[in-house]
């Protein structure tokens, strides 16, 4: 078998995201998890080019994988070693260094405003500098492809006289993004026939036509051996080729299976979902719910006749077992659902009915009204699960909230600062006792966290007999979405919540007012955690 290496740039590229920003922490934690999951190489920056960049380096963690410099090829008229730029790469103390040089004539005049003949002076010099230290050396061929186009005698002498310098690898990027994949596999197959070792040879895409991970594996089909990408497709512009769609193809889809080794161990492949999801939570923000192989929706089977067939014989409607990636098979309820997504979804949340029970057309018509009126019950599962409760007859009475009331106020501080101030009032029935509980809502420094946070607080203020449960629990995310149009506009809000015992779960209000749809998947989020703890009404 072939081996394929594979080189992650989630600590660099994928910092060039718009909105990513790692501290040095975090790349430190993300250089772990990499680790452990076999990559080759961990590109874990630039050095000398941000403080948070150099912090990383100064106290990398010990890694399998080749922790790897990023920088650029010296500049005209100073010699390599006179290079300030590349003299901080290179203090880093990385086994290996990887350098971006051009390789289009487009680039060389516009970009450096030298000469093509200098600018191959300035590769094989920077490159010849970094393996005289004992170092790897890499290079990444910018705009490869565009200067393939233009002029590709030139751009392979750029890859060969990195090749001679001492390059290890040499890589073929797609800077801008824009090369389809036959294109790739046609100019990968011609650099390989015109001497360049396929085993010397690496690729580098972007997404910016949706195209990253088929472009890497043209360029893999056609003999390239190494591959560059980051952990959920982070990266410049569009992202890179998303390693997290990579690694399950190449270990579980032939031809690569059968052909290509890499040094992921198969049990790691069952971690994938858990590493994309912890790289989501380390950049706070929600996880793609569509990321292939990973993501919350890559095995959920939504229409009644999928789901009719996967009960049958999962095999039916899905490519691979969600499990080997460490995914999970969802049947969710919404107005494409039949019986069969209805009786999965019921037997999921342990709630065993029989064929014929008279309730299931009910729920399945009542879930589909409600989806009219614009609630969405397939990401909201917990809230679809109270709702055929109710309709069988199995949902407890824990409380009721007699009335609320939130109010906003914007006015002058006492420094003459605007300020806005939200407040709720809940009063609430439980165990025949009323209960009455008010919030402001205000975060650390005295700002105002809205009419939401609010009312959240007074919910969760007393539930008495009620409160460890709910103090056990908190909200991730909130979504607002407004459906219809004109005067039938409603809000439907999403709310994904989460407590101590590692339970996630989602729950929707519709009404016409934000602060009410608000209020009823709140309500939902409270009542699915009562009876996920197995707690009694009174
Ligand atoms: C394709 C890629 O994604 S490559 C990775 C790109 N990543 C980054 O740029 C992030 C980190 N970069 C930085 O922090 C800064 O750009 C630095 C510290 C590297 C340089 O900062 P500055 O010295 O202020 O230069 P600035 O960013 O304005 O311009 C880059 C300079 O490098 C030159 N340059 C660009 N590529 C190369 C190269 N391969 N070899 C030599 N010089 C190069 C440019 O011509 C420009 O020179 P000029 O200032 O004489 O016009
Ligand atoms: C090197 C790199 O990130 C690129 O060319 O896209």
Not at 200 to 227: E, K, M, P, S, Y
Not at 230 to 246: I, K
Not at 362 to 379: C, F
Not at 522 to 538: N, Q, S
Request: aromatic share 6%; with cysteine.
């Amino acid at each position: 078998m072939d081996r394929l290496y594979l080189y992650d740039t989630t600590l660099r590229d994928g910092q060039q995201t718009q909105g990513v920003q790692f501290s040095a922490a975090e790349k430190a934690e993300i250089a772990r998890m990499l680790d452990d999951l076999g990559v080759d190489y961990i590109e874990g920056g630039w050095p000398g080019a941000n403080p948070t960049d150099s912090d990383f380096f100064a106290a990398a963690p010990q890694t399998f994988a080749t922790m790897t410099a990023f920088g650029m090829t010296k500049r005209a008229g100073r010699s390599a070693e006179n290079d300030d730029v590349l003299a901080a790469v290179l203090n880093a103390g990385t086994r290996a260094v990887c350098l971006v040089g051009k390789t289009h004539p487009f680039h060389v005049r516009e970009a450096l405003g030298i000469s093509l003949d200098d600018n191959l002076a300035n590769i094989r010099a920077s490159i010849a500098h970094v393996t005289a230290l004992g170092r790897e050396a890499l290079f990444d061929a910018e705009h490869f492809f565009d200067g393939y186009a233009d002029d590709p005698d030139y751009a392979v002498l750029c890859l060969r006289t990195a090749l001679e310098a001492g390059a290890r690898w040499v890589v073929l990027c797609d800077t801008n993004g824009g090369t389809l994949p036959a294109q790739i596999h046609a100019v990968t197959t011609a650099v390989i026939a015109a001497g360049i070792p396929g085993n010397h040879l690496g690729i580098h895409t972007h997404d910016d036509t949706g195209n990253a991970v088929a472009c890497t594996l043209a360029a893999v089909d056609a003999g390239a051996r190494q591959i560059q990408g980051t952990l959920n497709g982070l990266g410049e512009r569009c992202g890179n080729a998303s390693l997290t769609s990579l690694i399950p193809t190449l270990l579980l889809k032939e031809p690569y299976r059968s052909t290509l080794s890499t040094g992921i161990a198969p049990e790691a492949l069952g971690r994938m979902v858990r590493i994309s999801r912890r790289l989501d939570e380390i950049l706070n923000r929600p996880s793609a719910r569509g990321l292939p192989y990973v993501g919350a929706s890559a095995f959920a089977h939504k229409a009644g006749l999928h789901a009719s067939a996967i009960i049958k014989n999962p095999a039916t409607y899905e490519h691979i077992a969600p499990e080997s990636v460490g995914n999970e098979r969802i049947i969710p309820m919404s107005n494409q659902a039949g019986q069969s997504n209805l009786r999965a979804r019921l037997a999921e949340a342990g709630i065993e009915v029989s064929r014929e029970d008279p309730a299931l057309p009910r729920i399945l018509d009542l879930v589909k009204a409600r989806e009219d009126q614009g609630y969405a019950y397939d990401a909201a599962q917990a809230s679809f699960e109270l709702l055929a409760r109710s309709e069988l007859g199995l949902m407890p009475r824990f409380f009721e909230v007699e009335r609320y009331r939130v109010t906003i106020e914007r006015r002058m501080n006492a420094l003459g600062r605007r300020i806005s101030v939200s407040e709720a009032v809940v009063v609430a029935r439980i165990a025949g006792e009323r209960v009455i509980s008010a919030s402001e809502s205000m975060d650390e420094h005295g700002g105002d966290r809205g009419p939401v946070s609010a009312l959240w607080h007074a919910l969760g203020k007393d539930l008495g007999p009620y409160q460890a449960a709910v103090d056990g629990m908190r909200l991730t995310d909130f979504r607002v979405r407004i459906t219809g149009a004109g005067v039938d506009a409603v809000t439907r809000v999403t709310i994904d919540s989460a407590d101590d015992l590692g339970r996630h779960w989602s729950t929707v209000g519709v009404s016409p007012n934000l602060v009410d749809a608000s209020f009823e998947a709140l309500i939902d989020a409270i009542h699915w955690k009562l009876l996920r703890d197995g707690l009694a009404p009174l």
